[in-house]
T-cell receptor
Framework: DAGVTQSPTHLIKTRGQQVTLRCSPI?????VSWYQQVLGQGPQFIFQ???????GRGNFPDRFSARQFPNYSSELNVNALLLGDSALYLC?????????????FGPGTRLTVL | AQTVTQSQPEMSVQEAETVTLSCTYD???????LFWYKQPPSRQMILVIR??????QNATENRFSVNFQKAAKSFSLKISDSQLGDTAMYFC????????????FGGGTRLMVKP
């Protein structure tokens, strides 16, 4: 079975632009979470979605938004990009999005903002 | 809010030897879960081991084991018989019970296994 997939692998944008990152969960998984990992740091939680509804939000500005589609794939959108948004963006999927689940991570999208 | 601290930015170990990675956390919760994740250069985060806070017995997974000290809020990872493939970043992470499955990660420890 395919694992969590993310696209694109790498992305270069300039300040002020907007970006959309995509994630496809493991088949049968209904929950998707997004994390931002700045170089040299641990990942930070951005959003969790379950059954197309937001279940959790981390401490990120409103420039960050996400959604989940009926097929459980998800998009993360970042508007008005800042240099500080340069990071590896990780997507993780799990069955029900609860504490008993195991989360499986994708390979990430490397975003560079110039 | 929860915080997770990994005080060893980098560590190295000889192949076949044992190494212990440290992690401390701060929380007011009584029911929670702790994890160690491995992130090799390929970037994909892989779950190594998981510990439920209500369980007194330390979790083990083959060559990986933890020393969970709830009162001290300490959660160290021991890797026995280290292999070259264990070279990676290791992250300690915390999850509250009944709060979705949001993970709070530490800053990571870079482990180098030397031949």
């Amino acid at each position: 079975d395919a694992g969590v997939t993310q696209s694109p692998t790498h992305l270069i944008k300039t300040r002020g632009q907007q970006v959309t990152l995509r994630c496809s969960p493991i088949s049968g998984h209904k929950s998707v979470s997004w994390y931002q990992q700045v170089l040299g740091q641990g990942p930070q939680f951005i959003f969790q979605y379950y059954e197309k509804e937001e279940r959790g939000r981390g401490n990120f500005p409103d420039r960050f938004s996400a959604r989940q589609f009926p097929n459980y794939s998800s998009e993360l959108n970042v508007n008005a990009l800042l240099l500080g948004d340069s990071a590896l963006y990780l997507c993780a999927s799990s069955l029900e999005g609860v504490h008993t689940d195991t989360q499986y991570f994708g390979p990430g999208t490397r975003l560079t903002v110039l | 809010a929860q915080t997770v601290t990994q005080s060893q930015p980098e560590m190295s170990v000889q192949e076949a030897e044992t190494v212990t990675l440290s992690c401390t956390y701060d929380t007011s919760e009584n029911n929670y879960y702790l994890f160690w994740y491995k992130q090799p250069p390929s970037r994909q985060m892989i779950l190594v081991i998981r510990q439920e806070a209500y369980k007194q017995q330390n979790a083990t997974e083959n060559r990986f084991s933890v020393n969970f000290q709830k009162a001290a809020k300490s959660f160290s990872l021991k890797i026995s018989d280290s292999q070259l493939g264990d070279t990676a970043m290791y992250f300690c992470a915390f999850m509250k019970q009944w709060a979705g499955n949001m993970l709070t990660f530490g800053g990571g420890t870079r482990l180098m296994v030397k031949p």
